[in-house]
Nanobody, 128 residues
Framework: QVQLVESGGGLVQAGGSLRLSCAASGRTFSIYRMGWFRQAPEKERAFVAA????????YYADSVKGRFTISRDNAKNTVYLQMNSLKPEDTAVYYC?????????????????????WGQGTQVTVSS
């Protein structure tokens, strides 16, 4: 099994920045891709970004392209999400995810069921 622990959430004003971190432990050798989903109140979980552990290839939801950057440090088994130009609609619980799936289709990568490992979530609140 893979355990994921997020950190870095908090309260920020619109236009501000936050950096989320996610540390993986356990069977980390089985991880092919890591990423982030988010869930706003009364909404379904939505894909935010993902990164392939070996190649560093990145994928983003249209809503965050140009504002968010996902990166990884394989030596630390950690993935980061740098969030800039935050908007009130970015307010959500952010979940770190990991999968051994090598599928690259958009439909698969943005499907929560593709990711078998989930962190506990960290709250991000953006005030207007």
């Amino acid at each position: 099994q893979v355990q994921l622990v997020e950190s870095g959430g908090g309260l920020v004003q619109a236009g501000g920045s936050l950096r989320l971190s996610c540390a993986a432990s356990g069977r980390t050798f089985s991880i092919y891709r890591m990423g982030w989903f988010r869930q706003a109140p009364e909404k379904e979980r939505a894909f935010v970004a993902a990164i392939t552990r070996s190649s560093g290839a990145t994928y983003y939801a249209d809503s965050v392209k140009g504002r968010f950057t996902i990166s990884r440090d394989n030596a630390k088994n950690t993935v980061y999400l740098q969030m800039n130009s935050l908007k009130p609609e970015d307010t959500a619980v952010y979940y770190c995810v990991a999968t051994g799936s090598t599928a690259t289709s958009t439909a698969t990568m943005t499907d929560p069921s593709t990711f078998g490992s989930w962190g506990q979530g960290t709250q991000v609140t953006v005030s207007s």
